[in-house]
T-cell receptor, first 114, second 115 residues
Framework: NAGVTQTPKFQVLKTGQSMTLQCAQDMNHEYMSWYRQDPGMGLRLIHYSVGAGITDQGEVPNGYNVSRSTTEDFPLRLLSAAPSQTSVYFC?????????????FGPGTRLTVL | AQSVTQLGSHVSVSEGALVLLRCNYSSSVPPYLFWYVQYPNQGLQLLLK??????LVKGINGFEAEFKKSETSFHLTKPSAHMSDAAEYFCAVSDAEQAGTALIFGKGTTLSVSS
């Protein structure tokens, strides 16, 4: 199993550009989520999904869109990039919806918005 | 609302010394608690978790944590630090009542180990 994969690893955008961060998992996990990590802030939840076709907002959803058309994929879209979105983005997945199950994290995408 | 507080954003120890990373949580219901480790330029890896079975939880790489309800704490310890333990450590809380059963993370503690 590859686990949770993310592409690209690094990305530089100009203010106002749009892009999609890709996330895929091959563990048939129902739950997937996106976090952003900023220095001194820990990880904050952007969006999550409890299954194909079902998504919801987390703590910091503004400026981001998600969709979940398949169990495997959970892309994160930046509609109009802003410097405040400079961050490291992590995708995670979890088997089932039980809160006690481990979340598996991808390697991250480091995004810089100029 | 749930929250996690990690006391000390940076902890430095000598190789062979005790490692103690502090975590306090706030939750209105019995929580599930996790410690994750992040090595430089990598994703997060689970060290251990508390799910109400045993209050003393053993994890990977010689780490353990004790759940103390009276103190609302879940501190991470390791008897003898190794250079390879240098990383960032995150405490996280979750409960079944939270929408989406998301993880709420603390701000992290960077552990440095000197020889």
């Amino acid at each position: 199993n590859a686990g949770v994969t993310q592409t690209p690893k690094f990305q530089v955008l100009k203010t106002g550009q749009s892009m999609t961060l890709q996330c895929a998992q091959d563990m048939n996990h129902e739950y997937m989520s996106w976090y952003r990590q900023d220095p001194g802030m820990g990880l904050r939840l952007i969006h999550y999904s409890v299954g194909a076709g079902i998504t919801d907002q987390g703590e910091v959803p503004n400026g981001y869109n998600v969709s979940r058309s398949t169990t495997e994929d959970f892309p994160l879209r930046l509609l109009s990039a802003a410097p405040s979105q400079t961050s490291v983005y992590f995708c995670a997945s979890r088997k089932g919806l039980a809160a006690y199950n481990e979340q598996f994290f991808g390697p991250g995408t480091r995004l810089t918005v100029l | 609302a749930q929250s996690v507080t990690q006391l000390g954003s940076h902890v430095s120890v000598s190789e062979g010394a005790l490692v103690l990373l502090r975590c306090n949580y706030s939750s209105s219901v019995p929580p599930y608690l996790f410690w994750y480790v992040q090595y430089p330029n990598q994703g997060l890896q689970l060290l251990l978790k508390y799910t109400s079975a045993a209050t003393l939880v053993k994890g990977i790489n010689g780490f353990e944590a004790e759940f103390k309800k009276s103190e609302t704490s879940f501190h991470l310890t390791k008897p003898s630090a190794h250079m390879s333990d240098a990383a960032e450590y995150f405490c996280a809380v979750s409960d079944a009542e939270q929408a989406g059963t998301a993880l709420i993370f603390g701000k992290g503690t960077t552990l440095s180990v000197s020889s």
